[in-house]
């Protein structure tokens, strides 16, 4: 008597289901890495934009901790820079060539990007605004020395009260 394991049909449909598990890539395959999301950030960026040249991912801020939920917001921060390839246009879409290819142009405008993004590779969206490093850099230094100036005064208004203090609690000395 054969037993139903010995079949060659089982044995055949065992491998079929065995080879079809393998090529159907598993339902967690569905997020998109960090910087997955952000070079997707970055082809919208490019994309919105209405300047000549396309921009490249230049840095990548570290993910900060959080939520491994793909669908929850995940703050961003990445720099992107100018490349030599020239924006595309609807009619040259078809000799599209990756951003990543593209080499960075010799001094060219490198920008400060924020924002967030999903993981989420079916509904995965991005919200970033991205603005000139140099007005950026600008920006934080005006406001660092505000700062500094108010602490600076402050730091002298203490010195000069301690001084004061130090002059009017001195005890005039007695002549012999």
Avoid: H
């Amino acid at each position: 008597m054969e037993t139903q394991s010995g079949s060659p049909s089982l044995k055949r449909w065992s491998l079929l289901l065995l080879l079809l598990g393998l090529a159907i890539p598993p339902a967690t395959a569905q997020a998109l890495t960090y910087r997955e999301a952000v070079l997707r950030a970055v082809d919208g960026f490019n994309q919105r934009s209405s300047e000549a040249s396309l921009y490249r991912l230049l840095e990548l801020d570290p993910l900060p901790g959080g939520d491994d939920n793909p669908n929850i917001p995940k703050p961003v921060s990445f720099t992107v820079k100018e490349t030599v390839c020239p924006r595309r246009t609807p009619q040259l879409e078809t000799t599209r060539r990756p951003t990543e290819q593209c080499a960075f142009k010799e001094k060219g405008l490198v920008k400060q990007c924020v924002g967030t993004v999903t993981l989420d590779q079916e509904d995965g969206y991005f919200d970033i605004t991205c603005e000139k490093l140099q007005n950026v850099i600008l920006g934080r230094l005006r406001d660092l020395l505000r700062r500094g100036g108010r602490k600076i005064g402050q730091g002298l208004e203490r010195i000069g009260q301690r001084i004061q203090g130090f002059f009017s609690n001195r005890e005039p000395m007695e002549e012999s």
